[in-house]
């Protein structure tokens, strides 16, 4: 079945636009059969999308109760066996988060949607889920410096501001100190299309 706008729930043109430049940059630091958590499905597209090209993958998605419905129902369609079925994560609650280790953390477009409080909750949840050389995968636009890479993600977050001021293009340096503090060593930063990165750190 070709997967597009037309039957999954909540489908992402931005998931669809990236997921490819995503794979192709992540490929080489991935393991063979590694255990996937990824945090903020939503549609489950790049789940659907690594999982399609990497049959060996573990993928075990996550989000929010209200998307769990529509994740479960798309991966019903995507009908793939190596994505497990969808479990409700709040970052806020280390009670959500799995007992599992994982092999690598994935977490695409979320850190800006989130608040602050949230993002530094979660480098502090994600600890029980981490083991030696986990990788943490994070995708998404940075200010490095406070400064904007771009004026579209100036833009972007004027945007993000009006819809909840909580929100906002997060600080590199910020998320660095946080992934420090878990243990994390910055491996790669990746400059991606459309003004974002895909940062990879590893716990040491």
């Given amino acids: 079945m070709n997967l597009n706008e037309h039957n999954l729930i909540n489908f992402s043109p931005s998931c669809e636009r990236n997921q490819e430049a995503i794979f192709e940059r992540l490929l080489p630091y991935i393991p063979s059969s590694a255990a996937v958590l990824e945090i903020g499905s939503y549609s489950g597209q ?56 994982f092999d690598v953390i994935y977490s695409a477009n979320t850190l800006h949607i989130m608040s602050w409080q949230q993002v530094k909750r979660m480098f502090d949840n994600m600890a029980t889920c981490l083991k030696e050389n986990t990788l943490v995968c994070i995708y998404g636009p940075f200010k490095y410096n406070s400064k904007y890479t771009s004026a579209s993600n100036e833009e972007f977050q004027q945007w993000l501001q009006a819809r909840d001021p909580l929100s906002g293009v997060r600080d590199f340096e910020a998320i660095a100190l946080l992934a420090q503090k878990s243990g994390l060593q910055l491996v790669q930063d990746i400059k991606m299309p459309a003004n974002n990165q895909l940062l990879i750190w590893q716990k040491e």
Avoid: T
Wanted: charged fraction near 15%.
């Fill in 46 to 101: 790049h789940a659907i999308h690594f999982c399609q090209n990497r049959p060996d993958l573990i993928w075990q998605a996550s989000d929010q109760s209200q998307y769990i419905s529509g994740l479960k129902q798309n991966f019903s369609m995507a009908n793939l066996a190596n994505i497990i079925s969808p479990i409700e994560i709040n970052v806020d609650v280390a009670e959500h988060w799995p007992k599992q280790k």
